[in-house]
């Protein structure tokens, strides 16, 4: 716990009643906050840390929760809130992440993520009332200019090419994934759904790390499912799942391929930056799940439409070999 966070936090247990609960802290994600469960006498919440001045606003969390809700969905009720110190208190939704559901019993990834699946295909069908974020191709294409400025940086890349790449990547995006809009949640991944088998229908899957919810294309949630930088989904479960998600939702085959691989490969190159950033800064975990991320990149640009990308990263983009990985993690900090 960041011991200046500790009396403001006290302050805000003490308000919503939760003064006498026992803290523990659980794990973290790649951003500054910072989630503690509360135990009160066999009663269980979760609060939600987020120090201001951070790009995950709580306050879009709260929204975007009462919007999911609104839908039937299974996000966190916010039992209470101090959003000028960046503090909310949560229903706890469980420990049942698909990421240790599927490590425990492999057999369950496709029925799970099939039922993800259905979720997406529900919220895309209404966007919210309140204003979000909405992209332009160019503006998601510029994102993922940190595979050039940060992780071509450490391993070898000329920085005069970045803009290049945003170039060939806009127009990429601008050709097969720029057309209808649809409500996004963005962080879509095993380690933010959590399996509720006691609810009933779309409710019983948990969404956890919404708040950066936005209008996007349709593909984009999906590609962040089945190309997980934290696991490898089975081809199987990747083929039902898509299959299953045009069926719900109409889109056509081609087309929607054609923008999930570039999704995909936008994405995989941010996060190939994001990893670096990561790891420079004191999170050297990142570093073993680069050659995954980078062998998803490489399943996107191998569809025909992201050919001139393709072109560009064979020639301008190093591949994390072990020896550059090794190289690269002796420089990084260690966690303290």
Known sequence: MQNSRNPALAHF???????????????????ARQYFRLNLDGKMSV???????????????VAVAEFLQSRGLSAPTVLAQDLQRGFLLLEDL???????????????????????????????????????????????????ELLISLYGAEFGAEAAVASDFVAILTDILEKHADSE?????RDYHSENLLWLPQRQGLKRVGLLDFQ??????????????????????????RDESITHFLNLSGHAHADFMASFAAFGAQRAARILGLFTRLALTGKPKYIKLMPRVWRQLNENLAHPTL?????????????????????FE???????
């Open 94 to 144: 469980g420990d049942a992440l698909f990421v240790h559901e599927t490590a425990r019993d492999p057999k369950c990834e496709q029925p799970l993520y099939k039922s993800a699946a259905s979720v997406l295909a529900h919220v895309q069908k209404t966007t919210p009332g309140f204003k979000v974020e909405n992209f332009s191709a160019a503006q998601w294409a510029a994102s993922s």
């Open 307 to 327: 050919l001139p990308l393709q072109n560009f990263c064979a020639k301008n983009v190093p591949v994390p070999t072990p020896e550059r990985l090794q190289c």
């Open 13 to 31: 247990l003490q308000t919503a009643g939760w003064s006498a609960a026992k803290v523990t802290p659980l794990a973290g994600d790649a951003s």
């Open 181 to 185: 809009r649809v409500f996004i949640l």
């Open 47 to 61: 609060v939600m840390d987020a120090p201001l001045g951070q790009p995950d606003d709580p306050a879009a969390f």
């Open 330 to 336: 002796t420089k990084c900090p260690k966690a303290p």
């Open 212 to 237: 950066l919810g936005q209008l996007g294309q349709p593909a984009y949630d999906l590609v962040s499912l089945l190309q997980d930088a934290r696991r490898d989904v089975l081809p199987a479960t």
